[in-house]
């Protein structure tokens, strides 16, 4: 950048904006008056006076002073009276570099002088800053203040100025050279007054690396192309024109200080043209360096002047190389270009297109696309086209296809329409696993870029101008898109090479609901017989000759197609179409049946005799081998529109003889699967049939019928029969179930039917216990004792129990006892635990008789006997073990409030964690069946909470996240001070996603509270807990908690603007939900906390966070902000520039 004369590189004024820039001041900055003090040179000379020594030219100015303190010459108390003095002011330079910098607080100043000007200007402005000096320097890394990095005049002693100190710093100690290695890698670096010949300069310069990317510059006059060999960028001034230097770093300073709303500004006079001043070109290259200059930039640019001077920077380079990869530069003028031109400025932005190679960057195309989409109204016909012609190749989404078809046909484009149609039917061919495939075997699947809703809409806009022009085009295209669709398969060697895969040769071509209508291919097949109608209509003869053609296809689907389009068309009569399809299809085309079958029904009474019996001759010579099915069903279906024809007719009757066939509803179709399923259900007896039946006939029904065909009457529909009788009838119910006690029925189905028809019944309770009795009784024939447990749990359940349970509960436990006896140990296993609990007969008489001791009297504690039967439970083992631990666990409550004693004794351990599996167990029915904290249970439940969080990993899914849920309503309402233990504890086991839904789950609870018990838990613990995570205690602060903590703000009332100070501490989050804003806009937070929030969103927006629905939300909250300083105004603004936001 240009300023003042001088071409300063953008990256020391980013280094300043940055606070990565130090200042390397050398002797001359010190020369100037007032200050006046001598270089290197000078000051040796003046030391040697009086002594008879001259420094000569080829004398090194440290080793000439080592030479004279070896004579005994305190060199460095003279050079220090040299150069101090209270005399000494320092000059407009030692200002202007102190001016360099934004802040007194940034201000990085390394110097090789020892006087101390620089501290002397700080101290006229009230201003302290840390100073250092040789040889205890600060981190190279870290730097701040001044650092005097050969001493200063305060201290002789360290001042480095013999060829003994110089080996002392950089050699021997090598204090400075230490801290100078660390300094050249960390910052940039801006060397001034120091000349190529300074031996001080090259001592510096030894300890830089040469590598180009470092950023080491230093001003000055001096002409040289060897810099580079010392690692300098040199930044020229005129020649001994000191007063310009002076005024350049001042001009610096300012330039650096200058906000976005001072660049918004000056960009402004040069809106429509850019500058032709080279200065003022350079404060342009400087915008087009920085994201958020370039924003400001393109927010004010307009018009052809600007866009080609840009390309002759080679700003656009990216737009138009398809690979490339977009920088956030790169989106800002794709936009800008698509804004200022597309549209707009047409001819512009094609003579750009053409000027870069006739390329474009897919993004970019689809920015264009979506504004032609959007804002196509003023745009010229013939430009249009020509946008859509150059951007053909980018549009590859249906969606977009059927958008543009809607706007163009608006246009009555009806050629471009056309264009567009033709991609939906862009095929690309894609594997899968093959189904019912014993190894990784693949099969291929062609997939249309269309799809039907798509497809059907755009044809609806263009129809009669597509089949008025276009008829003969869809034809050849439709029969060369199947065609090649059948070759590809081929090709791929798909299981029968001679047809298409079964999706396209079993493909429903007609108008029937519920079949094939999503498939792109169904739409084509209609899109061809509507064009075979219109093109009928203009060249019948053409139209027979096409269709004949096709039929000689080796495509399964297209020979079905032609057939149907044969049949539909009016013009060709219907001796024509038999020839066509006699001569070219056989009449046992088995996958083009229906087709076959509609065109007969379509042409038969209109053919000649001959030709009716030539067909009857081709249904006669059928093959009956298997079946003369086939042969009796085209009788059927002639006989459905011709009833008189004799030959069919005696037929029908030989055949009849011989066969007890049945005729079928559609004769035409295959059997439909949909249809065979329904049809599977059927009962071989009804209801009222079941009913009224003899037991013993009802006894041989469910023993002995087993019919289970492919449609009609079934098993399976009987017993669900069976079942619905149960439930409606007591008083059968009680006799069926004698003879299922009496041992009458074996069958295993029919006493599931039996049990689950009782379960499933509104039968009062003294009959359902009558039933339990009558199995109870006779349970060694008892079939399914996990139905009869969910019967017992039923009773149980009921509310009507508890007022006889004293009367009931010997019975009641004793049918569990004998349930438990007879149960099935090997029950199957489900992926979840609780679902095996709750579907086995353990885990039904083990909830039965917690229910049970609910009943019981609260003084009794827990009787004996419930804890003998608990206690043989838990010595099972296996899978049985964990129901027992998952059902018994799970009502620690109500167990520890019988007897807190025997309930510790039992599962104290095996929650703490003495195995995973018995953990795992335990922890699960907890969560299951009692996903809250007794308040009364919650002090002794919070020591093993702590104990057993340390084998949280043993834990997962649904258990994992509801134990985290307790854990934080533990600490939340029992533990004190959790900060101490309980979180840290937490923290050193727990994964990312526990941490963030333990984050999540305060925020739940925050939306639940009222502002006394917000303040309660924020000054309790929860203010604690933010502000430790923020200082990355116990762990890192995570970049996902960080969106989490924010996400908390709208919630959290008065408490919002502590929230805030802590939150603000640290980087804001990378992103933020998509409704933070608007759930911060709806909590009106602004009116009471207007600083805070302006605070909150200045730094969201500086720190680069992003929102994914700005909305009205941001501006709303603005408005609001009542009471802003002058600074927090200008600061949103500039951070709003920042980002391009406009509100």
């Not at 030479?67 to 070896?70: A, G, M, P, R, T």
């Not at 570099?97 to 934004?102: A, G, R």
């Not at 330039?255 to 200058?258: D, E, L, P, Q």
């Given at each position: 950048?240009?300023?003042d ?5 953008n ?7 940055n606070?990565?820039?130090?200042v390397?001041t050398?002797?001359?900055?010190s020369?100037?008056?007032p200050t006046?003090l001598?270089n290197?040179?000078d000051l040796?000379?003046?030391?040697a006076?009086?002594?008879g020594?001259?420094l000569?030219d080829n004398d ?6 080592g030479?004279?303190?070896?004579k005994?010459i305190?060199v ?10 209270t ?7 030692h200002?202007a ?6 802040d007194?607080s940034q201000i990085?100043?390394?110097?090789t ?11 006229s402005?009230?201003?302290r800053?840390?100073v ?7 981190l190279g ?9 050969h001493?200063?005049?305060d ?6 100025l013999t060829?003994?100190d110089?080996g002392?710093?950089?050699l021997?100690?090598?204090?400075a ?7 050249f890698?960390s ?8 000349s190529y010949?300074?031996t001080?300069?090259r001592y510096l ?6 590598t180009p990317e ?11 192309s060897d ?6 960028t040199p930044?020229y001034?005129?020649r ?9 770093l001042?001009?610096l300073?300012q330039?650096?200080?200058?906000g ?6 000056m ?10 001043d080279i ?7 400087y915008c087009?360096d920085s994201?958020?200059?370039t924003r ?6 307009h ?5 080609l001077t840009?390309n002759?920077?080679s700003?656009?380079?990216n ?9 956030e530069?790169d989106q800002?003028w794709?936009n ?9 400025e047409d001819e512009?932005?094609k003579?750009?297109?053409l000027?870069?190679g006739n390329?474009i960057?897919?993004?970019f ?9 959007l804002?196509?109204s003023?745009m010229?016909?013939v ?5 859509i012609t150059?951007?053909d190749p ?5 969606w977009?296809?059927y958008?543009l078809?809607?706007i163009v046909?608006k246009?009555k484009?009806?050629?471009l329409?056309y ?5 939906y ?5 894609v594997?899968e696993s093959?189904?019912m495939?014993?190894?990784?075997e693949?099969i291929?699947?062609h997939?249309?870029r ?18 008025n022009?276009?008829?003969e085009r869809?034809l050849y295209?439709?029969k ?6 059948y070759?590809t ?5 798909t ?7 079964w999706s396209m040769?079993?493909?429903v071509?007609e108008d029937?609901?519920?079949?094939s ?10 899109i061809f017989?509507?064009?075979?109608k ?6 019948p003869?053409?139209?027979?000759e096409f269709l004949e053609k096709c039929?000689i296809?080796p ?8 057939l149907k389009?044969?049949r539909e068309?009016e013009?060709?009569s219907?001796?024509?179409k038999?020839d066509?399809?006699i001569?070219n ?11 076959v079958f509609?065109?007969i029904e ?8 001959d ?6 001759d081709e249904?006669?010579?059928l093959?009956t ?5 086939p042969?009796?069903?085209?009788c059927?279906?002639?006989?459905r529109f ?6 069919i007719?005696k037929l029908?009757e030989e055949i009849l003889s011989?066969n007890?066939?049945e005729p079928?509803s ?16 059927q ?6 049939q079941?009913l009224e039946?003899d037991l013993?006939?009802l006894?041989d029904l ?7 065909p492919?449609?009609g ?5 009987m017993l669900?029969t ?6 409606n009838?007591?008083e059968w119910?009680?006799k069926?179930v ?7 029925i074996e069958?295993?189905?029919?006493w599931?039917r039996l049990l ?8 009062e309770l003294d009959q ?11 349970i060694?024939t008892?079939?399914d ?14 509310n ?5 349970f004293?009367?009931?509960?010997n019975k009641?436990?004793a049918?569990i006892?004998l ?8 029950f199957?296993r489900?992926d979840?635990?609780?679902t095996t ?15 049970m001791?609910?009943?019981c ?5 827990i009787p004996e ?10 010595k099972?083992?296996n ?6 631990l ?9 167990l ?10 039992k599962f104290a ?6 195995d995973?599996q018995s953990?795992a167990?335990?922890w699960?029915?907890i969560?299951y069946f009692?996903?809250?904290l007794?308040k009364?249970v919650?002090d002794?439940?919070?020591?093993i909470y702590?104990?057993?969080v340390?084998n949280l990993?043993w834990?997962e899914?649904?258990?994992r996240?509801g134990?985290?849920d307790?854990y ?5 309402y ?10 840290p504890k937490f923290?050193s ?10 984050i999540q ?12 018990e917000?303040?309660i838990?924020w000054?309790?613990w929860?203010?604690q807990?933010?502000?430790y995570?923020y200082?990355?205690?116990?762990i ?6 960080k969106?989490?903590?924010?996400s ?18 640290r ?7 998509s409704?933070?804003l608007y759930?911060?806009?709806e909590?009106?937070?602004v009116?009471q906390?207007?600083h ?6 200045t730094k969201m927006?500086n720190?680069?966070t ?6 009205e939300?941001l501006?709303?909250?603005y408005k ?5 300083s002058?600074?927090e ?5 500039e ?5 391009g936001i406009?509100?």
């Open positions: 950048m240009f300023i004369g001088i071409n300063f590189p990256k020391i004024i980013e280094a300043i904006k606070t990565r820039l130090v390397f050398g002797a001359g900055t020369v100037d008056a006046s001598p290197f040179v040796a000379k003046k030391i006076e009086g002594t020594e001259i000569e090194t100015c440290e080793a000439f002073l030479y004279l303190k070896s005994g305190d460095n108390e003279q050079a220090a009276e040299l150069l101090s003095g005399c000494l002011r320092h000059n407009q330079t200002e570099i102190i001016d360099l910098f934004v007194h990085k100043i390394v110097t002088n020892y006087d101390q000007m620089f501290e002397q200007v700080l101290e402005r009230g201003l800053i840390p250092y000096n040789a040889p205890a320097l600060p890394d870290d730097v701040e203040g001044i650092i005097h990095v001493g200063n005049t201290n002789p002693r360290y001042m480095v060829d003994e110089f002392k710093a950089y021997t100690e090598g204090y050279a230490r801290f100078l290695i660390k300094l890698q910052y940039t670096i801006l060397f001034i007054g120091y010949q300074d001080i300069l310069t030894r300890a830089m690396d040469r470092k950023a080491r510059f230093i001003i000055t006059d001096e002409e040289r810099w580079e060999m010392l690692g300098l930044i001034f005129p001994n024109d000191y007063h310009k230097m002076r005024e350049g001042i001009k300073g330039r650096a200080k200058r976005l709303l001072d660049w918004d500004n960009i402004k006079e040069f809106k429509s043209e850019p500058p032709r200065a003022l070109d350079t404060d342009i290259d087009l994201v958020e200059m400001v930039l393109a927010n004010n640019i018009g052809r002047e600007w866009l840009l002759e920077k700003i656009f380079d737009l138009f190389l398809p690979e490339a990869i977009l920088s530069k800002i794709m800008w270009i698509v804004d200022e031109f597309v549209g707009v512009a932005f003579i750009l297109y000027n870069n390329n960057h897919p993004k195309a689809a920015l264009i696309l979506r504004k032609l989409k804002d196509y003023s010229p016909d430009v249009y086209k020509e946008y150059i951007l980018y549009i590859t989404s249906y977009e296809i958008q078809i809607e046909s246009r484009l009806y050629s329409c264009k567009l149609f033709m991609k039917f862009e095929v690309q061919f594997p093959k189904l495939s014993s190894g990784n693949l291929y699947k997939k249309f269309g799809e039907r809703y798509q497809i059907e809409e755009s044809w609806k806009c263009c129809k009669d101008e597509f089949l022009s276009y008829a869809f295209f439709i060369e898109t199947i065609s090649n669709l070759n398969y081929v090709l791929l060697g299981e029968d090479k001679s047809i298409e895969p040769t079993m493909l071509i029937r609901e519920g079949y209508e999503k498939d792109p291919l169904y739409f084509l097949c209609a017989c509507e064009s075979c219109a093109m009928e209509c203009k060249y003869e053409w139209i027979k039929l296809e495509s399964v689907l297209l020979k079905k197609l032609c389009a044969l068309c013009r060709i219907a001796c024509d038999f066509i399809f001569n299809v056989a009449i046992s085309f088995f996958e083009g049946k229906e087709q509609l065109l379509k042409i038969f009474n209109d053919l000649t005799e030709r009716q019996n030539r067909l009857i249904i006669e010579a093959d081998n298997a079946s003369e099915y042969i009796y069903n085209w059927v279906w002639i006989k011709c009833s008189t024809n004799n030959r007719n029908e011989r007890r066939f079928r559609h004769p035409e179709r295959d059997i439909e699967i949909g249809e065979a399923i329904w049809s599977s259900d009962s071989p007896i009804t209801q009222e079941m039946t013993q006939q006894i469910l023993n002995n019928y087993n019919e289970d492919f449609e009457p079934s098993r399976w529909g669900r069976f079942s619905e009788c149960i439930k009838d007591y119910t009680s069926v004698k003879i299922f006690t009496d041992g009458c069958k295993e189905d029919a599931q689950s028809g009782i379960q499933d019944s509104n039968f359902l216990i009558a039933l339990l009795d009558q199995f109870a009784d006779k060694e008892v079939k004792f996990r139905g009869m447990s969910e019967l017992l749990l039923k009773i149980l359940k009921r009507e129990i508890k007022g006889q004293d009367a009931m509960e009641l436990f049918v006892g349930i438990w006896t007879h149960r099935k140990e090997d199957v489900y979840n635990l609780i609990v709750i579907n086995t007969e353990l885990g039904n008489v083990l909830l039965s008789s917690i229910y001791l609910s009943y009297d609260k003084t009794r504690g006997k419930y804890k003998s039967f608990w206690e043989k439970n838990l099972l083992e899978g049985e073990k964990d129901v027992v998952c059902m018994l666990a799970g009502y620690f409550n109500l520890y409030l019988r007897d807190r004693d025997w309930c510790i004794s351990e095996i929650l703490e964690g003495i995973q953990f167990a335990a699960g029915g969560v009692s996903r809250y007794n009364d919650a002794v439940m919070a020591p702590l104990r057993a340390t990993n834990l899914g649904e258990v996240s134990f985290i307790l934080l309503l533990l600490l939340i029992v533990v004190e001070n959790p900060c101490l233990e309980y979180i923290y086991i727990a994964e990312e996603r526990d941490q963030e839904m333990f789950g305060i925020e739940h609870r925050l939306k639940d509270m009222d502002d006394k917000k303040k838990l000054n309790g929860l203010m807990y933010l502000i995570r200082e990355n205690k116990p890192m602060l995570k970049e996902k908690e969106e989490l903590f924010v908390w703000l709208p919630e959290l009332g008065e408490l919002f603007e502590g929230a805030v100070n802590v939150i603000c501490k980087k804001m989050p990378q992103h933020v939900d409704l933070f759930r911060l806009d909590s009106k937070l009116l906390f207007p805070s929030m302006i605070c909150l969103l927006l720190d680069g992003e929102f994914d629905c700005l909305g939300s501006g709303n909250i609001e902000a009542k009471g802003l002058r600074k105004q200008i600061d949103f603004q951070a709003l520039l920042k980002r406009s509100i």
